[in-house]
């Protein structure tokens, strides 16, 4: 019963492994070299070295679901965004369908619904996310996609919203909070074919994640 993470050595990946080694609960971090792995390593966590861009089909191997939240980072170009955030997610569904896996579990954003509503900057990502969401909505793999609003560096409240209404307009969601709602969703394996809207906000998690 282990949950393959994509993006592991990202922020709010290396935030959701430390919580779930916390938590007992079985987690493979797919990493690109050997020199992230000591970070993981140390606290116990199973990695697996493999590329988004070419073979990681091997790193499912033992997985039965895949959290996937691997992002090309502010400093690259629309290229990456491409190439990790659109084909390297089509890339991974379609990995985790051919192998039979039991659930995907997608990082979105809450912006991809409408990427002209973006900022002209963020609009290649969001499309990118639009076109990634869409094709694992389409695949026959159980799934569940959380959509962070915008993301931040404050601690964790575990205090939560699912929309816009509920926190005045306020568009913003922790890091934090967002790693501590995919150790949620990771456990809560009954939990398929969902979307959530993610923001800060007054709810527990479990309310808004139900």
């Keep these: 019963m282990t949950t393959l993470v994509i993006g592991a050595n990202g922020q709010i990946g290396r935030q959701f492994c430390a919580l779930a080694v916390e938590a007992g609960e079985p987690i493979r971090a797919m990493l690109r070299s050997a020199e992230q792995r000591p970070w993981f390593e140390a606290r116990g966590i199973d990695t697996v070295i493999a590329d988004l861009e070419g ?12 959290l996937f939240t691997a992002g090309s980072g502010p400093h690259t170009g629309p290229d990456k ?25 997608m990082v979105s954003a809450m912006r991809a619904d409408d990427p002209q509503a973006a900022p002209e900057t963020l609009r290649p990502y969001m499309a990118a996310k639009f076109a990634a969401d869409a094709y694992l909505r389409a695949s026959d793999l159980p799934q569940v996609i959380l959509k962070p609003g915008r993301l931040t560096d404050e ?16 568009n913003t969601i922790s890091r934090a909070n967002v790693a501590h709602a995919l150790l949620h969703l990771v456990q809560a394996r009954q939990l398929v074919d969902r979307e959530f809207v993610l923001l800060d906000g007054r709810r527990a ?4 994640l139900a």
């Design 81 to 105: 965004t491409l190439l990790i955030d659109l084909y390297g997610a089509i890339r991974s569904v379609e990995a985790a369908r051919e192998r039979g896996l039991s659930r995907y579990l």
């Design 55 to 66: 073979d990681f089909a091997h790193a499912l191997d033992g997985c039965d679901q895949l």
């Design 155 to 170: 601690p964790a409240t575990q205090r939560v919203a699912a929309s816009l209404e509920e926190t005045g307009g306020e």
């Design 205 to 208: 998690l479990a309310e808004v």
